[in-house]
């Protein structure tokens, strides 16, 4: 590690201390910050553990005002869709967004009961959404809490996910 590496946490350290000690920044905002913080470095890097145990192929990080990490996943030669968890979630959501052209949209019309039914009974959410008017998205997700986020529990969700994925595109498709 350089010199300029070592430093870098002290000078952080000392900017925020800085801005809370001229009252630009309170106390609590203060603690707000480092806790968000603490909360990102130990969720990315559960993940990231997860993900190495599993082989899962993790790629497209992203962070934002909502989302404090988002990941495309790849696992067993297969994009699967994504890992992510909203700064406010109790735990990580894996999901895969399907969008469908008009003929999708008449399948999923003569097939919503059962493709509605597959998911419930394996424990999979389905939103739809219209997007540009005339397509529509459907929005897959499986919850895992945090308390329970390991590699087993990773690995049995995913293998609910691609089976409850691999039959609505059964449904979709005729």
Not at 47 to 55: C, F, I, K, M, R
Not at 88 to 113: H, K, Q, S, T
Not at 122 to 141: F, H, I, P, R, Y
């Amino acid at each position: 590690m350089n010199k300029a590496s070592e430093h870098k946490p002290e000078k952080i350290i000392q900017e925020i201390l800085t801005l809370v000690g001229h009252r630009e920044l309170s106390a609590e905002e203060a603690e707000t910050v480092f806790l968000r913080c603490l909360s990102f470095i130990r969720d990315k890097k559960m993940v990231e553990d997860v993900a190495n145990d599993l082989g899962l192929w993790l790629s497209g990080f992203r962070m934002n005002g909502v989302l404090e990490l988002y990941y495309d996943i790849r696992w067993k030669d297969k994009d699967i869709g994504y890992i992510s968890k909203g700064w406010e979630d109790p735990g990580f959501r894996i999901g895969d967004v399907i969008d469908l052209d008009y003929a999708g949209i008449e399948m999923f019309r003569r097939n919503a009961d059962k493709i509605l039914n597959t998911c419930a009974t394996q424990g999979v959410a389905c939103g739809a959404n219209l997007v540009e008017g005339d397509k529509l998205q459907l929005d897959l997700s499986i919850c895992i809490y945090q308390e329970g986020f390991n590699a087993g529990t990773v690995e049995a969700a995913l293998e609910t996910f691609e089976l409850c994925v691999g039959r609505v595109k059964s449904f979709l498709s005729g």
